[in-house]
Each structure stands twice: as C-alpha cells, then as structure tokens.
C-alpha cells in the first residue's frame, strides 16, 4: 500500500493501459448522429459498387458515339427520350415514365440513331456511351421545371464522356476503412453510399467522473470555506471531448463510506448482495483529489481497506501530479488522480485519456514532438508537464504561470520536459501531448 519508488509517467501509463482493453462490438447504424467517433471493430468493405450504375455527370444528352463523327463535325439528331434521376427514362411524346425501368429501358428507341436528354444522376440509357453537355449543345440551356419540348439537337463529339461509370469509385467489395479508423462525416457517407446500413463499432465508453473533498461547493453555490467544484467540471469535459458518455457524480465529502456508496451505485452490487439500487454501469472511472498523505485523504483510506483490487498507488516523477493511484472497483478500472486541479488535469490527460481511448478501440497514438518556441527552467529529476499554445513558430507555455489554472484556459497541449532537462531552450524537440478538442 505503501508508495514505491517514484516512476516515469511512461510506467504510470503502461501500469493504467495493463488495466483496461477495448469494449465489446456493436453493430450501429449510420443514421444514428452517436456513430461520429466511435471506432472500427474490423475492415469494412463495401457492400456495392460506388457509384452504382453509370450515370450522367452532366446535364445534357445522351449519344452513342457511334452515331457522332469522328472529326467533331456537329450532326443533327432526333431527340428519342427523357431520362432523369430516380425515374425511368421515358420515350419522347410518352404521357408518364413506365412504373418498371427494364420495361420502360426496353421500350425506348435505341436501335434508331438519336440523343436521350438526361439530367445529372439519371441512369445512362442501354447502349449510349458519352454525354454532351446541353451548353455546347444547340439547345444551350434547360430551363429548370420548364417544357422541354425540342425535338432534335445538334451536337458534336466530345472530349470527354461525362459519364460518371459503375465501381470507379469503389468497387463492390473494396476496402472503405480499417479496423480502429474513427468513424467521421467522410467515412458515415462512403459507408452509405457503397450500401451498408451499420458498421462494426466498439460502444462508446461510459465513463464515470467524481471529485472527493468536504471544501467542494458545487456550481452556484457558496459557503464560507468552500471552493467551486471546478475538477468534476473539467474531468467530465476532458472525458466528454475525448469521445466518451460522461456519468458525473460531483462532489463527494471526505468519508470513506461515503466514497464507498458512490463508487458501487457507479459500478455493480458486491457479489451475493441484493441491494436493489440502480447502477450506471460505468466502463471506467476517474477520481480526484484525495490521493497525497493527508488525514482527510480519502481515496487513499478507502484503497487501504479490502474493498478495492489491484491497488496500485504511486508516486510518479512528474510535476505537477505526483501522487497518482489505481485500483479496480467491483471489475471497473478507476484512476485516481490527485486533487490540485492543474495536477489533475495533466493526470487526467496523461493517464485517464488514453484509458478512455483504448476502452473505445483507437490504435494507440504513435508518439509526437513538438518544437519550443520560448525558453522556460524545470526542475532537476522531475518531468515536467507543461500546459502549451501551439504557434507556427513551435509551442509556448499556456498564461503566466503554469502552474495556475487560468494558464489551461488557452492551452492546446501538453510538453513533457524530460527529467535530465533544467533548461528547456528555443527549437528544442519535445515529446508532446494534443489536448482533445471541445466538440
Ligand atoms: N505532506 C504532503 N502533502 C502533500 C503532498 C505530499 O507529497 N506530502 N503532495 C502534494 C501534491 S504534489 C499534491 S498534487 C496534492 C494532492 O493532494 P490530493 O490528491 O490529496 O488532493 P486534495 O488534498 O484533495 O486537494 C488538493 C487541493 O486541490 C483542491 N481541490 C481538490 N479537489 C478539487 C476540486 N474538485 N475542484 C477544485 N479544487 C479542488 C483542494 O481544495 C486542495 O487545495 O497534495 C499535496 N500535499
Ligand atoms: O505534484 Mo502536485 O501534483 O504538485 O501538484
């Protein structure tokens, strides 16, 4: 129970991911606006050709170019029918288009040489190859909802075909996306298009997040020694924001049994008790405050009873955030991090975010740098987090002082200061953290 030596935040890290894997598969539909960020389970394919028949990219009429000379000489030619999207084409002097395409394709007249006029997306008629645009036609223009009675048009061969042909963007069976590709607008439109209705998603993660602390007021209120709440505000924000279902629980005083209910209406029933609550049935839960060696550290006191698994608590070398633990409660992964709410901010970003993003199946995120564009001291033997803005010209720290909250009103990311490095100086390379942003 007692704390180890210090370790890295890399070590912190890996002993949190060791905790947690990726949530179950779940078949969601594409219309549900909740499939935007979820992940990938497996490759998906298309189910269709993309686009799905050949069809008009222009405005204009149909031809076969057999029937068009060679050296672009104009011919005039019969106008034989009608063809416009989401209708079956109809031959010209026709009253209304057959209910049946293959019927009213069959009964168009397409032995005898002539155009189709055709709108953009309708079906190119059997047999014709090319689209001549109606502005370079003799026709010029249709006018939109207007007659469209012209009998003939003269026209010539075209350079290009203006036909948009079955599968050239996706074949039926061709690859959309990769397994652990987040789901974004692109990819909900491709997956439509190319006929599927749901992809293979991992359900989003739903993510508990309570502060612990007697002093905690929560938003609105005010007493005398009290202090806003500002941590469950910030970690359900950090959570909400990395792409999970936020379960906020707020403030919880400074009592053991306290912390204990909360943690099991969060979680499940102790095996063989029958309390009858109702449980949120949380994937993961992330706790601030309470963590370093004080009399009213909760977190701690209830860790060193028999109720929690897998304790680990840990001083890591970092500043600030030093003291950090984890447990599991009832088979839920909880991360606790410590109360000074820049600490656990960083902590949170460092250790309970990418917890989040395993449970929702992302690859894990390949390491990046980032240039400092500002020279600023850290201390010996410690890594150092440091709340930055990202510029053109490389990463400055966030506010005044980083060590005040105001300083993360601004701040895109986080810099690691490697331990060994007392002076961080203009164009040093440093490992760096992106910030989720707010969505
Ligand atoms: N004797 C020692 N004291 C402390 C040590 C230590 O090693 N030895 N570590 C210090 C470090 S470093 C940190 S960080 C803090 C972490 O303490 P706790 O996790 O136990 O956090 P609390 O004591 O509950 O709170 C610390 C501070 O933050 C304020 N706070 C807490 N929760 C919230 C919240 N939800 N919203 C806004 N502000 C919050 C709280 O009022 C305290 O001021 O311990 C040092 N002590
Ligand atoms: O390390 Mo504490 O986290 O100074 O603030």
Redesign the pocket.
């Known amino acids: 129970m007692k704390a180890g030596a210090p370790r890295s935040i890399a070590e912190h890290a890996t002993a949190v991911l060791a905790r947690v894997g990726p949530l179950p598969v779940v078949e969601q539909r594409l219309d549900d606006p909740g499939v935007v960020g979820l992940v990938l389970a497996e490759d998906v394919v298309a189910a269709a050709p993309v686009p799905p028949f050949d069809h008009a990219a222009m405005d204009g009429y149909a031809v076969r170019s057999a029937d068009l000379p060679d050296d672009g000489t104009a011919v005039t030619l019969p106008v034989l029918a009608d063809a416009r999207p989401g209708t079956p084409p109809t031959a010209v002097g026709r009253k209304s288009a057959a209910p049946d395409p293959d019927e009213a394709a069959d009964s168009l007249p397409t032995a005898s040489r002539g155009a189709v006029r055709i709108m953009t997306g309708a079906p190119l008629p059997p047999g014709y190859d090319a689209i001549v645009p109606v502005e370079r036609t003799s026709t010029g223009r249709f006018v939109a909802g207007g007659p469209t009675a012209e009998r003939t048009v003269t026209l010539a061969r075209q350079h290009r075909d203006h036909v948009r042909r079955t599968g050239t963007d996706l074949a039926a069976g061709a690859p959309v996306a990769r397994a652990g590709t987040a789901v974004g607008p692109g990819l909900v439109a491709t997956a439509a298009a190319a006929g599927l209705v749901t992809v293979p998603v991992r359900r989003r993660p739903r993510v508990a997040v309570l502060s612990t602390g007697s002093e905690l007021a929560p938003l609105g209120t005010t007493a005398p020694g009290t202090i806003a709440d500002s941590n469950s505000l910030m970690l359900a924000a950090l959570v909400r924001a990395a792409g999970a279902e936020v379960v906020r629980v707020g403030a919880v005083p400074d009592h053991v049994d306290a912390l204990r209910t909360a943690l099991d209406d969060l979680t499940g029933p102790a095996p063989g008790a029958a309390d009858g609550r109702q449980h949120a049935g949380v994937d993961l839960i992330v706790s601030s405050g309470g963590v ?1 060696a004080g009399a009213s550290d909760v977190v701690r006191e209830l860790l060193a009873r028999p109720d929690a698994t897998d304790v680990d608590v840990a001083t890591v070398a ?6 950090q633990a984890l447990a599991t409660w009832r088979g839920v992964p909880w991360v606790a991090v ?1 109360g ?1 709410p ?2 656990a901010f960083v ?1 949170a970003a460092l250790y309970a975010l990418p917890a989040v993003r395993r449970l929702a199946g992302h690859p894990d995120a390949p390491p990046r740098t980032a240039r400092a564009a500002a020279s600023w001291t850290s201390p010996a033997g410690t890594q150092q987090v440091v709340p930055v803005v990202t510029r053109p010209d490389g990463v400055t720290p966030a506010g005044s002082d980083g ?1 005040h909250l105001s300083a993360l009103v601004d701040a895109d990311a986080l810099v690691i200061v490697p331990a060994q490095l007392e002076r961080v100086s203009p164009a040093d390379d440093l490992p760096l953290l992106p910030l989720p942003e707010a969505r």
């Open positions: 370093s970092q500043r600030p955030g030093k003291p410590p000074n820049v600490s902590s060590h």
